[in-house]
């Protein structure tokens, strides 16, 4: 098999570098072209996914991008292929090239709103048919109702969110940055305990 990246050299991609695995920058237009290329190379799809850029701190191509994560067997290599587009844009269907992209491609209609042409049955699979809008879009209304703990304490999320996310202290007093984290682990069980809850499960 043809090295990966003399592979993507040859289909004229570009890839990211640094990244932790090969990532091609694809044209909407040679989407198709690349993939059957890749297919006939014993590619195979394992998986892809949406990306709102919206609030992202470093300035993107264009607002979305959905990301094909392709495996081969025999080279056990891995490389990710990145189509970038703005909203209203649409992408051509894999269907026919792998079919793993038949499902793969309705999550991420269903949850970011990114049309796939000629997909055979391009429908929601994941939220609720009278449900509108796409709720992994970063503008999409969150609608969230306080948590109440059995303890009496409550969770307002908007306020808990703005803490972790590290524009305010909130509720949680954190403000940005890596978790200590707890020191003290949990106690493992006693043999004595492990042994009587096998005998439980026996009874």
């Known amino acids: 098999m043809t090295d990966t990246k003399t592979l993507l ?12 695995e090969t990532t091609a920058i694809v ?10 290329q890749l297919q ?38 891995r490389v990710f292929l990145k189509v970038f587009l703005e909203d209203g844009e649409t992408l051509p269907s894999l269907f026919t090239v792998w079919r793993a992209a038949n499902y793969l491609e ?6 970011l709103g990114v049309v796939f042409d000629e997909h055979p049955d391009l429908r929601k699979v994941l939220t609720p048919e009278d449900l509108e809008g796409h709720p992994l879009r970063k503008d ?21 969110r703005a803490g972790v996310t590290g524009k305010s202290r909130g509720l949680s007093g954190y403000k940005g940055g890596e978790r200590a984290g707890s ?9 004595e305990v492990f042994t009587a809850n096998v005998e439980k499960v026996k009874a």
């Open 40 to 77: 006939r190379e014993d590619w195979m799809l394992l998986d892809l996914v949406g990306v709102d850029y919206l609030e992202f701190t470093v300035k993107q191509p264009a607002r979305f991008a959905v990301i094909y994560n392709l495996y081969h067997i025999a080279q056990n290599a």
């Open 183 to 191: 020191s003290h682990a949990p106690a493992l069980p006693t043999l």
């Open 27 to 36: 044209a909407k237009a040679k989407l198709k072209d690349t993939a059957e």
């Open 106 to 111: 309705r999550e991420v209609y269903d949850l």
């Open 140 to 160: 999409f209304p969150l609608g969230e109702s306080p948590t109440l703990f059995g303890e009496g304490r409550f969770l307002d999320p908007s306020t808990f």
């Open 9 to 20: 050299r040859n289909a004229g991609l570009e890839w990211q570098e640094g990244a932790l």
